[in-house]
């Protein structure tokens, strides 16, 4: 098998993927040489999540986070406060020459041979770089800095960057979801990039593919019911009561609103896509356990509904819906998670929690707890969710299990394509078309020479195969 | 610190509190081993505090980074008695799925340390190995320390009021967290 999928562009992968039937074969989860082209093909062309502007708030602030299998250092700059991001290994001979995971520096310099860096990634010095016996001055600091992403966005706060500098921007690549991404990250009284993030990140390893997850868990709301059947005896809700998230949900202030699921097979986008029916915002609904804080969230839905009172809101993020963006990141709000492959059946999944930069410290609490004990490798609900994904892997892999191909036919033929909404779009939530753009997309790169066979730097394409 | 005792009644005084403590702390791992976890929740006090944060790598001498803070950051565990009641609730349900079939559980607790003595209250460090052993092949390891004020009760020796637990862990390597420290 792995033959046959070892060339770039190989017509084979096609046959993987029963457009007709709905289906998806095994081996695009565990056949090593699909994973390795993955990194290529895929990691090293698109725009990727990195963090948020608040982790780095002061002149010389970084972080070391991740871009697939590869660390990057964030750093914002001590003489313009811009924030850029590096490869985490050194021009000299690859050593990490920055092993923290936060902190401020003047420079950063490798423990190997003391090539030192400054914050805008320009070497600045080397162990005997000078000395007529050794480097005698001869080494070129235009050539030898860190290497940089090709394209950094700093999007409301949000950060983003690629390694492809034919890549299209940052707000092209995400196409119609900007308005999603842009939404998330305003505060609850409506003013843009008004949040700011928990600290540190949330990390923590799972034995899977990083498409079970990233491809599979945004818009699935068939799992809900049984994946996470025992989390309401947890009483972990914001009201710290019994409802299911479906209760919930039904208890919201009515507002007209029709609820569809897009899948955007171009872009390899997709979740849930609200249209409101008219302008302002819903009325605020008690959700709270502590003391204050629903009085502070209704009074900035209030001034938010002045900021709407003639717009419609966005048809995704909050409380419209969660979405996925190509290739390894959902927004759920507030809830942002995002999946780094390490090998064919590791990944490493982190988590970044946001809440209005001004809001007072209860809410703030109130927020973070709710949080940590929803999320993360000790959170009721997504704990169990870890669980499928860890045997998803397990009990695929063999040559009987490879054979069988993977389900993801609900809805298939039952959505329309149409001028108003991206992509595929259904009518309801229940439906795995935004999965089925994933595969779309996920094809055209794993098929494409470069940029210039992918939507949208070139138009002409469409990625849709079924 | 420990302190250095003066008198062999004191001594004999101390040791006894000691072993009071210690048995008090083997017994908690008993009955999570035994999957007892209702009776592990009478251990613990009302208004405890129980907080397992996340660790940095940092830069030696930023100390003040290393653990997450429990005012304003985010941990794998920082939460009181009604969330622990939650955790417990939902392992009983039989549909926890992150922990059915069940594991199993030896929490080893050692080098019990009596820091300090304040009326009712000790402070008590202690360290902690634990071995998890699910389905056919999942094995997690779970070292670290914790630091335990623990409250005189006329019912179960004592009762748990605050707890930290110091993993030794950055990524976390096991996919779940689904006992207790």
């Keep these: 098998m792995a033959n046959l999928i070892t060339a770039r562009g190989d017509r084979s992968l096609r046959s993987l993927i029963d457009t007709d039937g709905g289906t998806v074969s095994r081996e695009l989860y565990v056949n090593e040489d699909i994973f390795e082209q993955e990194q290529e093909q895929i990691f090293d062309r698109c725009w990727l999540f990195l963090g948020h502007e608040s982790q780095v708030p002061n002149p010389g602030d970084f972080i070391?986070?991740?871009?697939?299998?590869?660390?990057?250092?964030?750093?914002?700059?001590?003489?313009?406060?811009?924030?850029?991001?590096?490869?985490?290994?050194?021009?000299?001979?690859?050593?990490?020459?920055?092993?923290?995971?936060?902190?401020?520096?003047?420079?950063?310099?490798?423990?190997?041979?003391?090539?030192?860096?400054?914050?805008?990634?320009?070497?600045?010095?080397?162990?005997?770089?000078?000395?007529?016996?050794?480097?005698?001055?001869?080494?070129?600091?235009?050539?030898?800095?860190?290497?940089?992403?090709?394209?950094?966005?700093?999007?409301?706060?949000?950060?983003?960057?690629?390694?492809?500098?034919?890549?299209?921007?940052?707000?092209?690549?995400?196409?119609?979801?900007?308005?999603?991404?842009?939404?998330?990250?305003?505060?609850?009284?409506?003013e843009d990039a008004g949040i700011e993030v928990f600290r540190p990140f949330q990390k923590w390893r799972l034995p899977t593919n990083w498409k079970v997850p990233a491809f599979s868990s945004s818009t699935d709301l068939t799992h809900a019911a049984m994946t996470h059947r025992s989390v309401n005896a947890a009483s972990i809700g914001p009201d710290r009561g019994t409802m299911s998230g479906g209760e919930?949900?039904?208890?919201?202030?009515?507002?007209?609103?029709?609820?569809?699921?897009?899948?955007d097979h171009n872009l390899g986008h997709g979740g849930n896509w609200t249209v409101y029916q008219q302008p302002g915002v819903p009325e605020y609904v008690d959700t709270w356990y502590e003391a204050g804080v629903?009085?502070?969230?209704?009074?900035?839905?209030?001034?938010?509904?002045?900021?709407?009172?003639?717009?419609?809101?966005?048809?995704?993020?909050?409380?419209?819906?969660?979405?996925?963006?190509?290739?390894?990141?959902?927004?759920d709000s507030w809830r942002w998670r995002w999946w780094h492959p390490h090998t064919v059946g590791v990944v490493e999944r982190w988590s970044l929690f946001g809440v209005d930069r001004e809001a007072p410290k209860h809410v703030k609490d109130a927020v973070r707890h709710y949080v940590m004990r929803y999320n993360g490798p000790t959170g009721a609900t997504e704990s169990d969710d870890m669980e499928n994904w860890n045997y998803v892997y397990a009990a695929s892999q063999g040559a009987r299990a490879r054979k069988r191909n993977y389900f993801f036919a609900n809805g298939l033929g039952r959505g329309i394509e149409s001028d108003q909404y991206p992509g595929v779009v259904f009518n309801g939530s229940h439906t795995e078309e935004a999965h089925r753009a994933r595969f779309s997309r996920w094809l055209a790169f794993m098929e494409a020479s470069s940029w210039d066979d992918l939507y949208p730097v070139n138009r002409a394409k469409s990625h849709r195969i079924w | 610190m420990a302190q250095r005792t003066t008198t062999g009644a004191e001594a004999m005084d101390r040791s006894l509190l000691l072993r009071e403590i210690e048995q008090f702390l083997y017994w908690e791992a008993l009955l999570l081993d035994e999957r007892r976890l209702t009776e592990w929740l009478d251990l613990l006090a009302e208004d405890i505090h129980y907080w397992m944060p996340i660790r940095r790598n940092i830069k030696f001498g930023d100390w003040d980074l290393e653990y997450s803070d429990p005012e304003s950051e985010i941990s794998y565990f920082d939460e009181g008695k009604d969330i622990l009641t939650g955790r417990v609730k939902q392992i009983n349900t039989g549909v926890h799925w992150a922990e059915e079939p069940v594991s199993r559980f030896e929490h080893i607790v050692s080098n019990v340390l009596l820091l300090e003595v304040n009326g009712d209250e000790v402070k008590v460090s202690s360290?902690?190995?634990?071995?998890?052993?699910?389905?056919?092949?999942?094995?997690?390891?779970?070292?670290?320390?914790?630091?335990?004020?623990?409250?005189?009760?006329?019912?179960?020796?004592?009762?748990?009021?605050?707890?930290?637990?110091?993993?030794?862990q950055n990524v976390l390597l096991p996919k779940v967290v689904n006992t207790f420290f």
């Excluded at chain 1, 923290?100 to 310099?109: A, C, E, K």
């Excluded at chain 1, 919930?248 to 569809?260: G, L, S, T």
């Excluded at chain 2, 004592?158 to 930290?164: S, T």
Aim: with cysteine.
């Design chain 1, 64 to 190: 070391v986070t991740r871009m697939g299998t590869e660390e990057v250092l964030v750093v914002r700059g001590r003489k313009d406060n811009q924030i850029r991001a590096f490869l985490n290994s050194c021009a000299h001979r690859g050593m990490k020459v920055c092993r923290y995971d936060q902190g401020n520096s003047l420079v950063f310099t490798c423990p190997f041979h003391a090539w030192t860096y400054d914050c805008n990634g320009a070497l600045v010095g080397a162990a005997y770089q000078y000395a007529p016996y050794a480097y005698d001055g001869g080494i070129d600091r235009e050539q030898w800095g860190l290497t940089p992403v090709a394209q950094f966005k700093n999007y409301y706060g949000s950060l983003w960057a690629t390694w492809d500098p034919k890549a299209p921007s940052f707000e092209d690549y995400v196409g119609p979801f900007a308005e999603g991404i842009r939404y998330d990250c305003e505060a609850s009284d409506g």
């Design chain 1, 248 to 263: 919930r949900h039904k208890r919201r202030a009515p507002f007209p609103a029709d609820r569809y699921a897009v899948g």
């Design chain 1, 294 to 331: 629903d009085e502070y969230f209704r009074e900035a839905r209030d001034r938010k509904a002045e900021k709407y009172s003639g717009r419609i809101l966005p048809p995704h993020g909050h409380e419209g819906g969660h979405f996925c963006v190509f290739p390894n990141f959902i927004m």
């Design chain 2, 127 to 168: 360290k902690f190995f634990c071995y998890q052993n699910r389905l056919q092949d999942e094995v997690n390891l779970f070292v670290g320390r914790r630091y335990d004020t623990l409250r005189r009760d006329p019912d179960t020796v004592f009762k748990v009021a605050k707890r930290e637990i110091i993993l030794d």
